[in-house]
C-alpha cells in the first residue's frame, strides 16, 4: 500500500459529505496566491481559504517563471482575479543549494544538463521583491496595482510582508 | 480596504494557535501533488493532508511544463518524496478556449505574442495522461514508479482516477 493509497481514502471521505458541488469556476475573493510548494505551508489555513475563494498557483521557492505568468495571465484575463499575493518562506530549501551545484550533480548522474534555471536564491526577502518585479515587468499580466509579497515564518505560523 | 488586508486578518488568527513549528523540511508522507490552481480544488480537504505532509505544486489547468519538472526534480532529489499526483478537475478554465485564440487575443490588446503555450486542452483525461508521460519522459525526475493521475469532479467532490 503506497502513500497515495492512503491519501486515496481520505478523499473518499471528503466526497461523502461535500456540499460544495455548486460553486462558479471563477474565484469568489478575486484574489491568486502564488506560494512556494513546501509542506509547511498551507495556503488554506493561514489565509482562511475555503473551496471557491482563490487560485492557488505553487511551485519550487514560490518563484516568478514563464509558468506562472502564463498562470496569472490566465487567472486575471479569464477568470477575473485583481489581487496577487505571494508568500515565500524561512528554512526555504532553494536557499541550501546553488543552480550551477544542481545543475552540475544532474549532469554528472545523467549525462544530461537541465535547460531550465533552478532558481535557488541566496536572499529571501530580495527574491520576494524580485518576484514583484518580475510581475511587474510582464505585459500579459493586466492587473498589477494589488501585488503584495510575504515571508511566511514556518518557525512561528506568522506572515511577514516584505517591503517592495 | 482590498480582499488581501482581509486574508491577513485571517493570518494574523492562524500564527496565535500556531503549533507546528517543529516541522522539518522534507515532506512526511514523501508525496508530490501536482494540480490545477482552480479555485473549488482544495488539495488539503480532498486528500486530508496536514501541515508537513507534502509538496503541493499548482498551475492553470494542472499541467506538466519545464517549471513543474524543475519542481518536481528539486521535490525527489533534494527533498526525498517518492510519489507523484496529479490532479485535473471538471468544468476546468482550460477547456473553455483554445491557445490560438488566447494568444491572437493578447497579441491583438497589447502589440505582443505570449512566448509561452497557454496549454489549453480539450480532453482532460487525455490531458492527465499527458502529463504522466512528460513526467515519464523527463530525464531529470528520478522516481516515476508511483505516478498517479486523477480528475478531480467539483459537482460531486469525488476523485476518479485516469487509466494511464
Not at 4 to 33: C, I, M, S, W
Not at 145 to 163: A, K, M, N, Q, S
Request: with cysteine.
Amino acid at each position: 500500500m503506497t502513500v497515495t493509497d492512503e491519501l486515496l481514502a481520505n478523499a473518499e471521505r471528503y466526497a461523502q459529505t461535500f456540499d460544495k458541488g455548486h460553486l462558479p469556476l471563477p474565484p469568489a475573493r478575486g484574489v491568486a496566491v502564488l506560494a512556494c510548494m513546501d509542506a509547511r505551508l498551507n495556503p488554506y489555513g493561514l489565509l482562511g481559504l475555503q473551496e471557491g475563494d482563490a487560485h492557488v498557483i505553487r511551485n519550487a521557492g514560490g518563484v516568478v517563471t514563464a509558468g506562472e505568468r502564463r498562470s496569472l495571465a490566465i487567472s486575471q484575463r479569464l477568470l477575473g482575479t485583481r489581487e496577487i499575493i505571494l508568500i515565500h518562506h524561512t528554512d526555504c530549501g532553494m536557499l541550501t543549494f546553488t543552480d550551477d551545484d544542481f545543475k552540475s550533480k544532474i549532469q554528472a548522474e545523467t549525462g544530461i544538463k537541465p535547460d531550465w534555471s533552478a532558481e535557488a536564491f541566496a536572499d529571501l526577502d530580495e527574491d520576494v521583491r524580485q518576484s514583484i518585479r518580475r510581475i511587474d515587468a510582464d505585459p500579459f499580466i493586466p492587473y498589477t496595482d494589488h501585488v503584495r509579497g510575504f515571508v511566511y515564518e514556518v518557525e512561528t505560523g506568522r506572515l511577514r510582508e516584505v517591503v517592495a
